[in-house]
């Protein structure tokens, strides 16, 4: 009895979480330009979000910086990993210090301090900060994900290689390596998320003219209810949920 | 302290019957060993003696009382978890002192008891280390003292010494009766390991499959096992198919031998199926085989030597056949001698 | 949470490799946070004292003057910016901790990794989107008011949005997903028999949860409230989009400064504060928890601490 309102509870926190989604979803498709009732069916955001060549190149300018960004992130995380599990001992302490540091500074404050810091060097706003803002955002998160994983492991299977009479580098690329090569991706893709959606970085960073997805949406959003936007978000938020599922039932099929 | 019983107790998970029927009779400070492999249903029945489970038929007596409507925390009881269940946040004596805590002991009482029972399971003075600094054998005393340290009616142990390893466990298994009578609380003691049964138990029951097989003395379950279940589980037994040939003489056809004068139950028919169980330190080495009982002779296949006992087996036609002997006899043997094992009437076990 | 582990000292010496490999693993990722956190927050505190605009100018601790002169605006923000942000925090803590709970114990293995992923999904597109999906639904006339409304509990036309109760809700729903994780894999390592062991000491259901369960995921409440209390005090566009001049926060104040009023170092003067002070709520909290349940908090990360900060 008391597990059918434990189990009851959860349904309805996952209902509340998806609650302003699908009101959002619904709306995408009601004709009113204010987002107000009474609902009429419609798919004219939709073909106006088509055409809006503004949020479309603003798309690809995030894709292409996330990837960078994602990539980047993903070999010099890679590199830290490896060095606070097989060398570091005291200093791997000290690293994985500076990495927790850097995750838990609000990204406000810290697209701030870059910001002025940059200003001082006299470089400014520009696509390099941006860029290796962005990058140290995201690199922590890779870098934990791949050191969590290899702290799983354990050195012995390099060191099996190593005695086999591999070199240190053949022994990272031909053992290391595949054993953590689905953390590595997932290192990579939590970047590549991380990097795509973070507004605050974007908003000091970026330089002028080099307008992300999130800034276009914010130049939308702030001036109130948009139905291009109402679309727009139903594709991006649906289009997650639905590739979700589609992964977790992949696994379960193959899982058996 | 208190008596503790199960009267013809069934037990379902679903649409599985756990437990058939059992009962089961704990008088006040014995120690009971309930005994049966994996899946024999001996952590459901303590389960239901511990009111983590309710029964679907019978009752739960403590102390005569029908507890089916108390719950755990309202039973008294004091038991030790398989994997001591310790709390890792607390200390030793955070650990110990907690179930007078939560009785509204007061922090002196608490404090004294505490000390007292730690010196009792033999940890003074380690009250302040943490759980996760003690070895295994010290984090199983602390459980027991847990345990104890509240005066519960009895104590429930489930497979309170798996985790230990193998000298620790007989070291604690003599420690464990010690602590029990000291303490003179009733317990119950629920194990997969044979020899522990064995040696903890003032009486054991086997369950398998949920239901009783056999109830009494150790010694006596072991030496005049009611079944070839009960045989095969408690020890090593050599176990013979028969036939009966004649029940008055005690006559007993095998595969391809004869044992004579054997005590059958009574009521035994000619021409009954029977299995012989001797168990293989009941057999001498004969050098020729006289007398009623059973004679197998046969080369030594492989021996072995175990402290002060030897292992062996030898080929007969019916298979290889087990025997244990002392170290002093191993000296006339070698592998691939033929030897000739005896045994008298006494030592088979007509089932 | 991180060792080194080697095969022993003589393997480990045998197959130590020349310096120079080890120092190009750790060189990039230690060059980056050093130049790109490390300095840039440090020079904040530089910053601060200069006279804007820009980061050239002279030091006169003007800006700490100004903010200091105006306790009322300032200070007043800042301590409602902390309390939206531990209202939030709070809200989520009661709203995630019974999820996470029915999630651990209550809900079959292969439903609840799908309700966990369910939960964690929509929250890693976008903030953007979710606080435009909250400003959709609860819009005057939109499908919340006008739900309400045919329920005849309120006016279509009235709202939430634009005052603070609707930032606080935002903060709320964008980190609750954060919390039911970080909680979810402190009770996860809880045993049920250590719950079956206090019970059978007399424990009741009340004095389990207040002397097992809290203390044994009090590492991960505590990895919890970095995670969220930490991004939603420290928030500025939540407050932006839905707060309204009502339910302004400190954050937003500190984006405008550089957005509009061009003054960096107030900026930086503001920053530093948000920072500091969030910081030394947290060690405030870590403090209380480890006065409370000393041994729960012993070793951080030995049993139970949900992630990285704790």
Not at chain 3, 54 to 61: E, F, H, N
Not at chain 3, 153 to 163: G, H, V
Not at chain 3, 260 to 263: C, G, L
């Given at each position: 009895m008391s597990g059918v309102l434990w189990r009851g509870w959860v349904w309805l926190v996952l209902a509340l979480v998806y609650l302003p989604i699908l009101a959002l979803i619904a709306m995408s498709f009601n004709a009113s330009r204010y987002g107000t009732f009474p609902f009429e069916f419609t798919l004219r955001w939709y073909e106006a979000l088509a055409e809006n060549r503004r949020l479309w190149e603003a798309t690809l300018r995030s894709l292409w910086l996330s990837l960078a960004v994602a990539a980047a992130a993903g070999a010099i995380g890679t590199m830290a990993a490896v060095w606070m599990s097989r060398f570091g001992r005291g200093g791997a302490r000290a690293m994985q210090g500076l990495l927790v540091t850097a995750i838990t500074v609000p990204w406000l404050i810290l697209a701030i301090a870059i910001l002025l810091a940059a200003l001082w060097v006299g470089v400014g706003r520009g696509l390099v900060t941006l860029f290796l803002g962005s990058l140290v955002v995201a690199m922590p998160y890779a870098a934990l994900v791949v050191a969590t994983r290899l702290q799983g492991l354990g050195p012995d299977a390099g060191l099996a290689a190593r005695s086999l009479g591999a070199g240190p580098v053949r022994a990272f690329l031909l053992v290391t390596l595949p054993l953590i090569a689905r953390a590595v991706m997932s290192g990579v893709m939590l970047a590549f998320v991380i990097t795509f959606n973070n507004f605050p970085l974007h908003f000091f960073?970026?330089?002028?003219?080099?307008?992300?997805l999130p800034m276009e949406i914010y130049s939308y959003v702030i001036s109130g209810y948009v139905p291009d936007i109402n679309a727009l978000s139903a594709i991006i938020l649906g289009g997650a949920v639905m590739l979700g599922l589609a992964v977790m039932g992949w696994r379960r099929l193959r899982g058996g | 302290m208190a008596e503790l019983e199960l009267d013809r107790v069934g037990m379902s998970y679903g649409n599985t019957?756990?437990?058939?029927?059992v009962s089961l009779q704990v008088p006040d400070g014995r120690f009971h060993a309930v005994v049966g492999p994996s899946g024999s249903g001996k952590t459901s029945a303590l389960r239901l003696l511990a009111g983590f489970a309710r029964p679907d038929a019978g009752q739960v007596r403590i102390g005569g009382h029908d507890?089916?409507?108390?719950p755990p925390e309202r039973r008294d009881l004091g038991i030790v978890f398989q994997n001591y269940?310790?709390?890792?946040?607390?200390d030793i004596a955070g650990n110990v002192g907690f179930g007078l805590r939560m009785r509204g002991a007061g922090r002196a009482e608490i404090r004294r008891r505490t000390g007292e029972m730690l010196e009792l399971v033999g940890l003074?003075?380690?009250?302040?280390?943490?759980?996760?600094?003690?070895s295994g054998g010290q984090q199983q005393r602390v459980a027991l003292a847990r345990a104890l340290v509240i005066r519960p009616k009895a104590l429930l142990l489930d497979e309170?010494?798996?985790?230990?390893d193998r000298k620790i466990r007989q070291e604690m298994q003599l420690e464990l009766r010690r602590i029990q009578r000291e303490a003179g609380v009733t317990a119950v003691i629920v194990t997969h390991d044979q020899e522990e049964a064995l040696s903890l138990g003032d009486r054991l029951t086997v369950l398998d499959a949920g239901r009783v097989c056999q109830e009494g003395p150790p010694f006596e379950v072991y030496n005049h096992p009611a079944s070839v279940f009960v045989a095969g589980f408690l020890g090593n037994a050599n176990l013979f198919a028969g036939r009966v040939r004649a029940a008055a003489e005690g006559r007993v056809a095998l595969k391809d031998a004869e044992a004579v004068g054997l005590h059958l139950p009574p009521g035994t028919a000619e021409g009954a199926a029977v299995t012989l169980c001797i168990r293989p330190e009941r057999w001498r080495l004969a050098a020729d085989a006289e007398g009623p009982g059973l004679a197998l002779a046969g080369p030594i296949r492989h021996l072995h030597q175990t402290g002060e006992t030897g292992n062996g087996a030898i080929d007969t036609p019916l298979g290889p056949v087990a025997f244990t002997v002392l170290s002093?006899?191993?000296?006339d043997l070698a592998t691939g001698k033929p030897v000739t094992l005896h045994a008298t009437p006494r030592d088979i076990q007509v089932l | 949470m991180i060792r080194s582990r080697t095969g022993g000292p003589g393997v480990a010496r045998a197959l130590r490799p020349a310096e120079w490999p080890r120092l190009a693993l750790m060189a990039p990722a230690t060059a980056l946070l050093i130049a790109m956190v490390a300095v840039p927050v440090a020079m904040l505190a530089w910053f601060s004292l200069l006279s804007g605009p820009?980061?050239?100018?002279?030091?006169?601790?003007r800006e700490w003057a100004v903010m200091l002169d105006r306790p009322q605006l300032y200070g007043g923000l800042l301590l409602r910016s902390l309390a939206l942000g531990l209202g939030a925090t709070a809200l989520c803590i009661l709203i995630a901790w019974p999820t996470a709970w029915a999630l651990s114990r209550h809900v079959a293995p292969r439903t609840r990794s799908a309700i966990l992923a369910l939960l964690i999904i929509p929250h890693l597109t976008s903030a953007l989107l979710l606080i435009y999906a909250m400003y959709v639904l609860i819009a005057p006339g939109g499908p919340m008011m006008t739900a309400l409304a045919a329920l005849g509990?309120?006016?279509?036309?009235?709202?939430?949005?634009?005052?603070r109760w609707a930032v606080l809700l935002m903060l709320t729903y964008m980190y609750l997903p954060f919390m039911v994780m970080a909680l979810f894999a402190a009770i996860e390592r809880i045993e049920p028999t250590v719950l079956d062991a206090a019970r059978s000491l007399g424990a009741s259901g009340w004095a389990r949860f207040r002397h097992i369960v809290l203390p044994m995921t009090l590492p991960g409440l505590m990895t919890g409230l970095v995670i969220v209390f930490t991004p939603a005090a420290g928030s500025f566009l939540e407050a932006r989009i839905l707060g309204g001049a009502n339910g302004m926060m400190f954050g937003t104040l500190i984006a405008e400064q550089i957005s509009?009023?061009?003054?960096q170092p107030r900026a930086a003067a503001m920053a530093i504060t948000l920072l500091a002070v969030i910081l030394l709520l947290l060690g405030v909290f870590r403090l209380l928890a480890m006065r409370a349940f000393p041994g729960a908090m012993r070793r951080p990360g030995a049993h139970g601490s949900g992630g990285w900060g704790g």
């Open positions: 960073l970026a330089p002028f003219g080099f307008n992300t | 019957r756990v437990l058939h029927d507890v089916g409507a108390l269940a310790l709390f890792p946040h607390m003074g003075g380690l009250g302040a280390r943490y759980p996760d600094e003690l309170p010494l798996s985790a230990l002093p006899a191993l000296g | 820009g980061v050239s100018g002279a030091v006169t601790g509990l309120a006016e279509s036309r009235d709202t939430i949005l634009f005052t509009r009023a061009n003054n």
